[in-house]
């Protein structure tokens, strides 16, 4: 299988400041986004993203993310076996951001 591109959150903060508004799917539960969130992020849990594929463009750059970057690159390569052309995931997920971008965010 091909491998799928990781993103940095470095390269993921700068493409938002930038106003490229990248699409980004948080797979992570409920639950967690109570706890920390990315307001930019689209909140499409794990369980129901293949039941909800229609409400992806295919064609369009996706970026996945969850904790710590293990459920989303199972999600990602889910995607692209699936026919979605650009597929990344969001290396180190929100444990990553908060780390190196928002230390306001709280790590659980």
Not at 9 to 26: C, N, T
Not at 55 to 62: A, T, Y
Not at 77 to 99: C, H, K
Request: net charge negative; with cysteine.
């Amino acid at each position: 299988a091909p491998m799928i591109k990781e993103m940095t959150v470095e390269e993921l903060k700068a493409s938002v400041d930038a106003g490229e508004q990248p699409v980004v799917i948080d797979v992570r539960e409920g639950w967690e986004l109570d706890i920390s969130s990315l307001p930019f992020a689209r909140h499409i849990p794990m369980g129901q993203i293949i039941d909800r594929l229609d409400e992806l463009d295919p064609k369009s750059p996706l970026i996945i993310m969850c904790r710590s970057g293990g459920r989303s690159m199972q999600i990602a390569r889910a995607l692209e076996s699936r026919g979605f052309g650009s597929v990344a995931n969001l290396t180190g997920g929100i444990l990553a951001w908060g780390e190196r971008i928002d230390p306001s965010l709280r790590p659980y």
